[in-house]
């Protein structure tokens, strides 16, 4: 059984930063492909930014040069550096892990963690 869970999230003033931090258990991590959505309230489920096994990483253009996406596979830990928030990062930040290659469509993702909310005032 893998469990995903979530941690970092809180208030950030906008052009502000935030780190997540996204801890698995269970079977191996380091050969997974990971990913981080977020959904903002009366919206849906939206892809945020993804990194494979050997840290080939892909961001939604909404979040390119501001995220950063990484693993620290000794710690079977993945993270997402937030930076230059927008009131518009308001969301839940959900981490995942796929079911085979690096991807951003939802359906490719089978344990998911239970989320943390992530907040950006104006």
């Known amino acids: 059984q893998v469990q995903l869970v979530e941690s970092g999230g809180g208030l950030a003033q906008a052009g502000g930063s935030l780190r997540l931090s996204c801890a698995a258990s269970g079977r191996t991590f380091s050969g997974y492909n990971m990913g981080w959505f977020r959904q903002a309230p009366g919206k849906e489920r939206e892809f945020v930014a993804a990194i494979s096994w050997n840290r080939v990483t892909y961001y939604a253009d909404s979040v390119k040069g501001r995220f950063t996406i990484s693993r620290d596979n000794a710690k079977n830990t993945v993270y997402l550096q937030m930076n230059s928030l927008k009131p518009e990062d308001t969301a839940v930040y959900y981490c995942?892990?796929?079911?085979?290659?690096?991807?951003?469509?939802?359906?490719?993702?089978?344990?998911w963690g239970q989320g943390t909310q992530v907040t950006v005032s104006s």
């Open positions: 995942a892990r796929t079911t085979g290659a690096l991807s951003a469509k939802l359906s490719e993702y089978n344990y």
